[in-house]
């Protein structure tokens, strides 16, 4: 079964000091991980793509890495604005189609 | 670029009545289409999943079901509403291929009471 796995479920950060979010993943036939904020009643705001393991992308204060069973969302000296819920979701190859699963997400919430 | 639009932004439907949200796409043709549902503070669960008209996937077993009747269309629907069925409904779309990220909707705040 198909399963993404996000952590820590909350994080609260002051302004400044730096973290990483955890995605672990278990899929056959990935096609790629993406990575998404979310501010509350919107719908999600694509950030990344990584498709092979060993493989960075950098955003401003984001870069995301992935390994062949995890990526991390690192975060370098946020700012308050970076506060909202991160995603991630897995794509994975199915006979009808491309099937996008999503983890849980991780709140975060940096203060000034 | 593509655009997904759903609508309408809020629904306050009663437990027992029908519910039909539509999706719809501009900006490209084929693509694939999702429908998630996500509870207050929680991540996005998959739904339905289409490749094309009239294919439908569905994810779990609900109250609920989907249809594709045209290329650029998603429609949700249930003939009698639950509590359980409150949430945030959000409408994605992909291409398909290699290097294509989801693009969302805004999303519908449904609330049964």
């Known amino acids: 079964e198909d399963q993404v796995t996000q952590s820590p479920e909350a994080l609260r950060l002051q302004e400044g000091e730096s973290s990483s979010l955890n995605c672990s993943y278990t899929v056959s036939g990935l096609r790629g991980l993406f990575w998404y904020r979310q501010d509350p009643g919107k719908g999600p705001e694509f950030l990344f793509t990584l498709y092979s393991a060993g493989e960075e992308k950098e955003k401003e204060r984001l870069k995301a890495t992935l390994t062949k069973k995890e990526s991390f969302l690192h975060i370098t000296a946020p700012k308050p604005e970076d506060s909202a819920t991160y995603l991630c979701?897995?794509?994975?190859?199915?006979?009808?189609?491309?099937?996008?699963?999503f983890g849980a997400g991780t709140i975060l919430r940096v203060k000034s | 670029s593509q655009t997904i639009h759903q609508w309408p932004a809020t629904l306050v439907q009663p437990v027992g009545s029908p519910l039909s949200l539509e999706c719809t796409v501009e900006g490209t043709s084929n693509p694939n289409l999702y429908w998630y549902r996500q509870a207050a503070g929680r991540g996005l669960q998959l739904l339905f999943y289409s490749v094309g008209i009239g294919q439908i996937s569905s994810e779990v077993p609900q109250n609920l079901s989907a249809s594709r009747p045209q290329d650029r269309q998603f429609i949700l629907s249930s003939k009698k509403l639950l509590l359980s069925d409150s949430g945030f409904y959000l409408c994605?779309?992909?291409?398909?291929?290699?290097?294509?990220?989801?693009?969302f909707g805004q999303g519908t705040r449904l609330t049964v009471v």
């Open positions: 994605a779309g992909e291409m398909g291929g290699s290097d294509t990220e989801a693009f």
């Open positions: 979701a897995v794509q994975a190859s199915r006979e009808y189609g491309n099937k996008l699963v």
